[in-house]
Nanobody
Framework: QVQFVESGGGLVQPGGSLRLSCAAS????????MGWYRQAPGKQRAMVAR???????YYVDSVKGRFTISRDNAKTTVYLQMNSLKPEDTAVYYC?????????WGQGTQVTVSS
């Protein structure tokens, strides 16, 4: 079973940047396709980006051109570089495998975009 610990969130002004990290432990990280998900207040958790074990990348339209997902298999870590942040990006961000496994959700990291 894989466990994930997210970090890097915080309060940032609109137009600012953050880099989220997701450290994985407990299994063979490199065999998994990975995703970043977010849950805004009053909304369901949804994927925003994914990166396959071979490096193929997908973004939802709302973050294309602003977010960049990457992974370092040697460090068993997935990253999400977020630029040009908007208030609507405010959410708790999580990483998980793709497809996700319910038992693998971590605590997430809060991202708040506000002036």
């Amino acid at each position: 079973q894989v466990q994930f610990v997210e970090s890097g969130g915080g309060l940032v002004q609109p137009g600012g940047s953050l880099r989220l990290s997701c450290a994985a432990s407990g299994s063979i990280f490199s065999i998994y396709d990975m995703g970043w998900y977010r849950q805004a207040p009053g909304k369901q958790r949804a994927m925003v980006a994914r990166i396959s074990r071979l490096g193929y990348i997908y973004y939802v339209d709302s973050v294309k051109g602003r977010f960049t997902i990457s992974r370092d298999n040697a460090k068993t870590t997935v990253y999400l570089q977020m630029n040009s942040l908007k208030p609507e990006d405010t959410a708790v961000y999580y990483c998980n495998t793709d497809p996700y496994r319910d038992n693998n959700w971590g605590q997430g990291t809060q991202v708040t975009v506000s002036s």
